[in-house]
């Protein structure tokens, strides 16, 4: 672990633990910060307070008193999922403390180069991808960030020899000041989490801080299919290389007859891709691009696209039961990745969808639901569901409570032949605590059949 003395004798907040607020406490700690703790939950029923303030670091929990403010803390560590317009937060940065996410700190201290992925839609299959093929090819990769390990702990052992593949959410980005990915891919951009940032723009902007800091010697790898994120990305100092999954291109990465080119090279036929879908192109293009970047061979990438079969919650094959195939695509929380999973079927299928009312209709989706033969639906945005479905000439549509009464109910209108997907096109929270609860619970119920 390098060294740092940005934090040495400076008073430093941590709003939030979770995962990623004890690991940067305790990483602050170490670096000699004077470290208090504030999180919302009461300190009785907060393991990970307890463990902390055993380690000698002040812990305020229960409430965010906007009094701490008055303490002169030099800054602020938030876990990313607390707003901006939260008072602790928004008094903070009109006081002109710097907010930081632990992201940074992971930064400071790695003694690997980052290799960061962000995007609206393909991040985590992106991030897999990456790790496997250069585990594959012998480079000794790391993975953090939203896909389950916290950036702040993995680089903290983290040695030169190193690549930490990190997945990087616009919450994330927000709080950075120095991190500087050594490549950074940008998979897509599309309207997403506007009820955090507000606008398409004020997203885009969290989002491009990815390249803000790199240099000449960097690389930034950019869709040739949005125009507008090469224009978003024209400040970067990086060298930016391209990927298009509809024109092949002479330099970067694309599909030229039928197989997958990096500028003249050729990888391998498309037809040998184990995982599904078309939207997954992209996501391999940005992969391969990164590994042949970090010296992998064709022969590593070639093994990893003909076994690798997807992520958890993303398109997932979940078991074949008496003719029908299950998918658990749980963590599609927004109409595009809904779009996304329902292009990847040939099959008659039937669609499990519904979740937190954000607003929108789903009228987008009438397009993508020609195979569509049965519609099962839960949760605030059922009866808007419902709608969509008689528009779109849907005959068979059954309103259930969740997720557990809509794999039995699916199963029993199903034909041998039939795929059974779910894929809600809706933030979880109005029923579950996160996608995966969700995705979990279509697991366990598919199993109990």
Same mark, same amino acid.
């Given at each position: 672990m390098k060294t740092t003395l940005k934090f040495k004798h400076k008073k430093v907040l941590v709003l939030g633990l979770a995962k990623s607020g004890v690991s940067a406490a305790s990483l602050l700690h170490k670096l000699d910060a004077f470290v208090t703790v504030n999180d919302r939950k009461p300190f009785s029923d907060n393991p990970e307070a307890q463990g902390l303030l055993q380690q000698g670091i002040k812990v305020i929990c229960g409430s965010h008193p906007i009094e701490l403010l008055d303490e002169g803390f030099d800054y602020i560590v938030k876990n990313p999922g607390i707003p901006y317009n939260n008072p602790l937060v928004s008094g903070a940065l009109e006081k002109g403390i710097p907010v930081l996410t632990e992201v940074e700190l992971a930064y400071l201290v790695s003694e690997a180069p980052f290799i960061g992925i962000t995007g609206t839609n393909g991040k985590t299959t992106t991030t897999t991808l990456v790790h496997e093929m250069l585990d594959k090819g012998g480079k000794q990769p790391l993975i953090?960030?939203?896909?389950?390990?916290?950036?702040?702990?993995?680089?903290? %052992?983290?040695?030169?020899?190193?690549?930490?593949?990190?997945?990087?959410?616009? #919450?994330?980005?927000?709080?950075? +000041?120095? #991190?500087?990915?050594?490549?950074?891919? *940008? %998979?897509?951009?599309? +309207?997403? =989490? /506007?009820?955090? =940032?507000?606008?398409? +723009?004020?997203?885009?902007?969290?989002?491009?801080?990815?390249?803000?800091?790199?240099?000449?010697?960097?690389?930034?790898?950019?869709?040739?299919?949005?125009?507008? !994120?090469? +224009? /978003? !990305?024209? *400040?970067?100092?990086?060298?930016?290389?391209?990927?298009? %999954?509809?024109?092949? !291109?002479?330099?970067? $990465?694309?599909?030229?007859?039928?197989?997958?080119?990096?500028?003249?090279?050729?990888?391998?036929?498309?037809?040998?891709?184990? !995982?599904?879908?078309? =939207?997954? &192109?992209?996501?391999? &293009?940005?992969?391969?691009?990164?590994?042949? &970047?970090?010296?992998?061979?064709?022969? $590593?990438?070639?093994?990893?696209?003909?076994?690798?079969?997807?992520?958890? =919650?993303?398109?997932? *094959?979940?078991?074949? &039961?008496?003719?029908?195939?299950f998918y658990n695509d749980s963590k599609a929380t927004n109409v595009l990745a809904a779009k996304s999973a329902l292009e990847a079927f040939d099959q008659p299928t039937i669609l499990l969808a519904g979740g937190l009312d954000r607003g929108n209709s789903f009228d987008e989706l009438i397009p993508y639901l020609k195979n569509v033969k049965a519609l099962i639906t839960f949760g605030e945005t059922a009866v808007k569901f419902l709608e969509t479905a008689a528009k779109a000439g849907i005959q068979t549509v059954k309103r259930v409570d969740n997720v557990e009464a809509a794999v039995p109910a699916a199963y029993e209108i199903s034909e041998e032949g039939d795929v059974i997907l779910l894929s809600p096109a809706c933030a979880s929270w109005d029923q579950y605590r996160t996608f995966e609860v969700r995705g979990d619970i279509f697991i366990d119920e598919v199993h109990k059949l």
């Open positions: 953090a960030g939203n896909i389950g390990t916290v950036a702040s702990e993995v680089a903290q %052992t983290a040695k030169e020899e190193n690549n930490i593949v990190i997945e990087l959410s616009s #919450f994330q980005l927000m709080g950075i +000041e120095e #991190f500087r990915p050594k490549i950074s891919i *940008f %998979t897509n951009l599309y +309207e997403a =989490h /506007l009820d955090y =940032h507000g606008s398409i +723009e004020d997203y885009a902007k969290a989002k491009a801080n990815i390249t803000a800091n790199q240099t000449k010697d960097d690389y930034l790898v950019i869709n040739a299919d949005q125009p507008e !994120l090469a +224009e /978003l !990305l024209s *400040f970067s100092k990086a060298q930016k290389i391209y990927f298009s %999954t509809r024109r092949p !291109l002479e330099k970067g $990465a694309s599909i030229k007859d039928g197989a997958i080119y990096y500028d003249d090279d050729k990888i391998m036929e498309t037809s040998l891709i184990a !995982l599904p879908g078309k =939207h997954n &192109l992209e996501n391999i &293009l940005c992969a391969v691009i990164a590994a042949k &970047l970090s010296g992998v061979s064709n022969e $590593a990438i070639q093994e990893v696209l003909k076994t690798f079969t997807g992520v958890k =919650h993303r398109t997932q *094959f979940v078991r074949t &039961l008496n003719g029908r195939s």
